[in-house]
């Protein structure tokens, strides 16, 4: 029913910047609480942000906390994830994950029922 797309991964150093973007063909996810994700291999999935669907309550991972921005352009029902000050740790595949409206964010992938394919980012000199 919800076909979620990521783009926007790529190579960069450690330093560097990337925009992530989470996109849905039928234009709804203004609708949908959004998560990012990201596994690297030998890990676990990590939360990495949220943004909430009804009043756009944001949610940081420690880790990522002051280097990453998650932000929702509802115009073209676009949410973005900006990585910033980029590490070589930050090398994983990234997900975008959809559940249906809340006021609150959700931290925990088990709550999402709606995923993207991913996409890698690899953080590298």
């Known amino acids: 029913q919800l076909q979620l797309v990521e783009s926007g991964g790529g190579l960069v150093q450690p330093g560097g910047s990337l925009r992530l973007s989470c996109a849905d063909s039928?234009?709804?996810?203004?609708?949908?609480?959004i998560g990012w994700f990201r596994q690297a291999p030998g890990k676990e999935r990590e939360g990495v942000a949220c943004?909430?669907?009804?009043?756009?309550?944001?949610n940081y991972g420690d880790s990522v906390k002051g280097r990453f921005t998650i932000s929702r352009d509802s115009a073209k029902n676009t949410v973005y994830l900006q990585l910033s000050s980029l590490k070589p740790e930050d090398t994983a595949v990234y997900y975008c994950?959809?559940?249906?409206?809340?006021?609150?964010?959700?931290?925990?992938?088990?709550?999402?029922?709606?995923w993207g394919q991913g996409t890698q980012v690899t953080v590298s000199s």
């Open positions: 994950a959809a559940v249906g409206g809340t006021e609150w964010c959700r931290t925990r992938a088990d709550d999402y029922p709606y």
């Open positions: 943004i909430a669907s009804l009043v756009g309550i944001t």
């Open positions: 039928r234009f709804i996810l203004n609708y949908y609480t």
